[in-house]
């Protein structure tokens, strides 16, 4: 079992349903993942930790999904280096606030901030994947290919 190079962070359990599509698509690649709930806002001393660690354990990139005022991407971001992309959930207001939160960023603290809820969730494993791309070939091929299947599907659709 390769060591996980993604870091799936969502802010409660009951965001696990969107969040496992990031996983799905980072498996169907063959990229391990390492799912972890953790909250901005109600275990704020164990989300920086966990954040600290990250790189020096091995992990490339970060991926954080979280609803209303979603302040984990962003709080992630303060505590580590690494790329951090945001999946603005809908847990209210259909998720505008999510979406707010995770994307109005102040200079230097950077949140790569995707669309809300499922499609953003999977968005952000592409986004993952093409960034994991810049020093893997084989995942650019993989990638290559995959473009290539849904160019397919989109002119073969009646
Ligand atoms: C956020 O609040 C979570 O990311 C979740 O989307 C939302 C609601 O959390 P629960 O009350 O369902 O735990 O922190």
Redesign the pocket.
């Known amino acids: 079992m390769t060591n996980p190079v993604v870091a799936i962070m969502?802010?409660?359990?009951?965001?696990a349903v969107v969040m496992a599509k990031a996983a799905e698509v980072l498996r169907d690649f063959g990229v391990a993942a390492e799912t972890k709930v953790l909250?901005?806002?109600?275990t704020p001393k164990e989300t920086a930790c966990y954040a600290e660690e990250l790189a020096g354990r091995g992990f490339k990139v970060v991926i954080c999904?979280?609803?209303?005022?979603?302040?984990?991407a962003g709080v992630v971001a303060a505590h580590t280096s690494l790329p951090v992309i945001g999946v603005p959930?809908?847990?209210?207001l259909g998720g505008i606030d999510?979406l707010l939160s995770t994307v109005q960023m102040p200079p230097g603290v950077p949140v790569a901030a995707v669309a809300v809820g499922p499609a953003g969730a999977k968005n952000a494993a592409y986004l993952a994947l093409r960034i994991l791309a810049l020093e893997n070939k084989g995942l650019v091929k993989r990638l290559e290919e995959f473009r290539e299947t849904q160019r397919k599907k989109i002119l073969e659709a009646e």
Do not use: K, N, P, Q
């Open positions: 969502m802010g409660s359990s009951s965001d909250s901005a806002h109600r999904g979280a609803g209303m005022s979603a302040a984990l959930l809908e847990a209210s999510a």
